[in-house]
């Protein structure tokens, strides 16, 4: 699958600025401030966001002061996030995670929102975007990830939702709306995740694993996971 070939890019192109109209995009600031406690964040850091979509946890990252690389395959999402950068201590490029080649670089690597990981149809090519964040963390450096529950998934199967339970991939319809009002309808797919399965896939990337919380947009905690809390969050370190 080539980047131009991805699902999401057409989606994001047609939703563009209205998707920060989302409500589970509404929780940013509560998120990073969680991530900067637990990832013991300081100013002059510098920190990969992997899948930044229009960059609203880069942005915010560099509003304290941290270097932020954003990365997507969305030229219409990163011209969102360029838009905002104004002065602050960020960079956003086109890239497709799978793609990355960055080593030794950073002192953390944040995928959130299912941005640069769960989109990809699962299999290898998606468990491999995890041993390319290792790669790019200094010794020492964290990860923290997050993936849709599988748990939940199922627990709360709607009518026009399909859960392929072989492959863990969620397949939906979903209406679209964009900035001036045109709705179409997508299909979505969703890789789906246990913690389980999230701690085997950070060992099998060389890292060690710090947690596996349960959490929800804009109330990150340190919450053990649940079948009724949407994701998990994985926070992991690559070892000195």
Request: hydrophobic share 45%; aromatic share 8%; glycine share 10%.
């Amino acid at each position: 699958m080539s980047s131009e070939g991805l699902w999401f890019n057409p989606l994001a192109a047609f939703v563009g600025r209205a998707y920060l109209r989302n409500a589970f995009t509404k929780g940013t600031v509560q998120e990073i401030d969680f991530l900067v406690d637990a990832l013991e964040l300081r100013p002059g850091m510098r920190v990969l966001d992997a899948g930044c979509g229009p960059g609203r946890h880069t942005l915010e990252l560099g509003r304290r002061g941290i270097a932020v690389v954003g990365v997507d395959t969305s030229p219409d999402f990163l011209a969102l996030a360029r838009a905002e950068a104004g002065d602050l201590p960020v960079e956003f490029h086109e890239v497709d995670v799978r793609q990355l080649a960055y080593a030794d670089a950073f002192d953390a690597v944040i995928c959130l929102c299912q941005g640069g990981f769960g989109l990809l149809g699962g299999g290898d090519g998606e468990l491999g975007v995890v041993a390319r964040y290792a790669a790019a963390l200094r010794p020492g450096g964290r990860l923290a990830l997050s993936a849709f529950s599988s748990y939940f998934v199922v627990r709360h199967l709607e009518p026009d939702e399909h859960f392929d339970a072989d492959a863990g991939v969620n397949h939906e319809h979903a209406v679209v709306r964009a900035a001036d009002g045109r709705e179409r309808t997508f299909d979505l797919w969703t890789t789906c995740y246990t913690p389980r399965e999230l701690r085997l896939i950070a060992a099998r990337a060389g890292l060690a694993v710090d947690a596996v919380f349960g959490v929800q947009p804009g109330r990150y905690a340190r919450d053990p996971p649940s079948i009724d809390v949407p994701e998990h969050l994985l926070l992991a370190h690559r070892p000195e």
